[in-house]
């Protein structure tokens, strides 16, 4: 009875995101955000509102990380506190952990590719004082990559919690340079 109250919560924040939704979106519209993204956000809101019928929780979870994706290229059209790189690297991330929990190997093979394609766009941008975090980065990226072609989730799970731990330290070390 309690999860199926939770679930019906859900519901009501899902309909409370659809009208903040239609709030925010003319004002995307004006801040000439890509309709392309427009309409990724939209399709993720409605998989996950139709998603959400179900009780599932890994799948909500799966549709509920996909509105992360988009949210990036939003954040690009403002000034705000949020990194819209480190952003997408975290949803590539986490979508890895979600997907490992059921061991979709192929479906992880091409999350990490979309994960490196992004970290190859955001090393360049980083400045030289970000050096030991991009190492770091790069190595536990080579080292997740090792265990997803072992095929090992624990491994996975564990790789991935170490860069989320260095996208934190890295984006703190960009605030502390960016407040100096």
Do not use: G, M
Not at 10 to 15: S, V
Not at 72 to 89: A, G, H, Q, S, V
Not at 114 to 132: I, T
């Amino acid at each position: 009875k309690e999860a199926l109250e939770k679930f019906e919560t859900l519901k009501k924040d899902i309909a409370e995101l659809h009208s903040l939704w239609n709030n925010v979106e003319p004002n995307l519209i004006s801040a000439l955000a890509s309709q392309n993204s427009i309409n990724a956000f939209e399709d993720a809101l409605n998989t996950l509102t139709i998603s959400i019928e179900i009780p599932d929780v890994h799948r909500n979870l799966l549709s509920l990380i996909e509105l992360n994706k988009v949210l990036p290229d939003f954040y690009e059209l403002y000034d705000t506190k949020e990194n819209p790189d480190l952003d997408r690297l975290r949803y590539a991330i986490k979508k890895i952990i979600l997907v490992s929990e059921k061991e979709d190997y192929e479906k992880i093979e091409s999350v990490f590719d979309y994960l490196n394609s992004q970290w190859s766009k955001v090393k360049p941008k980083l400045k030289e004082d970000s050096l030991s975090y991009i190492n770091k980065f790069d190595f536990a990226l080579s080292d997740l990559k090792t265990a997803i072609d072992k095929k090992n989730k624990i491994i996975i799970n564990t790789k991935s919690i170490v860069i989320i731990k260095i996208l934190d330290e890295l984006e703190e070390s960009l605030e502390n340079s960016k407040n100096q």
